[in-house]
């Protein structure tokens, strides 16, 4: 079996934190150039693929530009610099709540997405920090949503981002999270939700279908409000997509401010950052495959919706 090569490292550094598009050619094809190949690949606009050749933009591992007849080769490797969509700044302080030479670990604030994706580039949890902090090779150990807030880790060694990685695919990490959402006194809590979720590429919401489960929350009541909603902590044992939002959703009492669960919502304006989802990542416990350590971490937030439900209601 023959054995794929190994990408280089690229020839150009990053830009506001993030790195550059990297693009393996691959085998087969027809394609007589690199310009033809990288048209048809990117899709981009008319004329924009030209004009990065034309400035030099589209480099090789030597870091030289390489020319858009520059015949097509399997196997070579390309990077550059898409142009970063415009996006409005999340204006909410990314808090560091452990800092070491293996990790580091955030209370991430609604609104922010984890790692550029989409339309979400230099406005993302990595790319502030690796600016913030000056560290380059951050990198996520594992994702939560953008409009989820709460405590996430990276990893500050490349090396050594797979172990932690292992961790959470493993399940060897506890979380517990915590939610706002309306009381229903004919529910019986706390209870473990067991259901299958099955979210489709280029659909917006997970649903529940029949079939074996895969996703598992323990959901308990753990305070409650006069005339309010009620406050939740939510333990999953799986990790499918927007899991404890469906779970939530089909007990009844749905995360205020979700926008996809129990109905899809049309969606805010771009810098609307009234009503977030009141779901939070409170907690994060695990022992550190490289140091061994025992951690515990606990976000400090708040969600408004317990603190003051008005201010919350009011879209204040």
Do not use: C
């Not at 990490?173 to 067991?194: I, S």
């Not at 409650?224 to 009620?230: H, I, M, T, Y």
């Amino acid at each position: 079996m023959r054995r794929r090569r190994p990408a280089p490292p690229p020839p150009l550094p990053q830009r506001d934190g993030v790195d550059p598009v990297r693009v393996r050619l691959p085998a087969g094809g027809s394609w007589a150039t690199v310009r033809d190949h990288l048209v048809q690949r990117l899709s981009a606009g008319p004329g924009v693929v030209d004009g990065m050749f034309a400035a030099g933009l589209i480099v090789g591992a030597d870091g030289r530009a390489v020319p858009a007849d520059a015949p097509y080769e399997p196997g070579l490797f390309l990077w550059f610099h898409r142009e970063l969509p415009a996006e409005v700044p999340v204006p909410f302080p990314l808090e560091v709540v452990h800092r070491d030479e293996h990790i580091v670990v955030v209370d991430k604030p609604h609104f922010l997405a984890t790692t550029p994706r989409g339309s979400h580039v230099a406005q993302t949890a990595l790319a502030r920090l690796r600016r913030e902090l000056g560290i380059p090779e951050l990198g996520a150990a594992h994702r939560l949503d953008r409009l989820t807030a709460g405590l996430v880790l990276f990893t500050v060694r490349p090396g050594e981002r797979g172990a932690y990685q292992t961790l959470f695919r493993d399940r060897r990490v506890h979380k517990e999270y915590e939610a706002v959402a309306p009381y229903d006194p004919g529910l019986d809590l706390p209870r473990t939700v067991r259901s299958r979720i099955v979210k489709e590429r280029g659909e917006l919401a997970a649903r529940e279908v029949e079939g074996e489960p895969n996703a598992l929350t323990l959901v308990e009541l753990t305070e409650l409000r006069v005339d309010g909603p009620g406050r939740y902590r939510l333990v999953p044992g799986t990790g499918q997509t927007h899991q404890l939002r469906v779970h939530m959703s089909a007990l009844g009492v749905p995360i205020l401010g979700d926008p996809l669960y129990p109905e899809v919502t049309a969606p805010v304006p771009a810098g609307d950052f009234r009503r977030p989802l009141q779901l939070l990542a409170r907690v994060l416990e695990f022992t550190d495959p490289v140091t061994g350590v025992e951690h515990r971490f606990t976000s400090r937030r708040e969600l408004v919706a317990w603190s003051s439900y008005e201010e919350w209601a009011a879209g204040q």
